[in-house]
């Protein structure tokens, strides 16, 4: 059974947007899966390199990156299992990474980034982040 979804929670901007998923959280051929992104924490000064690894990035469709409500402000497809993106400004604390492809396939991965008010040494608060680990608890959409 498909569902029709609206607005995902926490991403502004995305009103009046409807994804089509064949069953929310069940993964079919060629849907995105993400699997882990490093580091997960930074500066919320934004521009911190974050690698996202996953399965089936494309290169004839674009993606959009979002922490939080806010999209990164750069995105290069390294490959079909690697993006490269840069974290945008944001307030201090944990929030959800949603990676977006342009045909509508979407994946959210829960308290995934941390930032952090980097007052002090950088190298000091640069880390695991929100969660440690592996970037787990992610779903579809």
């Not at 498909?2 to 926490?10: D, E, T, V």
């Not at 849907?31 to 580091?39: G, K, R």
Request: one cysteine or more; glycine letters at 18%; charged letters at 15%.
């Amino acid at each position: 059974m498909a569902r029709k979804l609206g607005a995902p929670l926490g991403v502004a901007g995305w009103v009046g947007l409807a994804v089509l998923v064949a069953g929310c959280g069940e993964a079919t051929a060629g849907d995105i899966d993400v699997h882990d992104i490093q580091p997960r924490a930074g500066a919320t000064a934004g521009e911190q390199p974050v690698r996202i690894t996953g399965a089936n990035f494309r290169q004839d469709i674009g993606y959009a990156v979002y922490f939080g409500a806010i999209r990164a402000t750069q995105l290069t497809i390294l490959d079909d299992t690697t993006l490269l993106v840069a974290t945008p400004q944001h307030d201090a604390g944990p929030v959800d990474v949603v990676v977006v492809a342009d045909n509508g396939p979407a994946f959210r991965l829960h308290n995934a980034f941390q930032f952090n008010d980097q007052g002090g040494n950088v190298m000091e608060q640069v880390g695991e982040g929100a969660g440690g680990g592996s970037a787990g608890g992610g779903e579809r959409f």
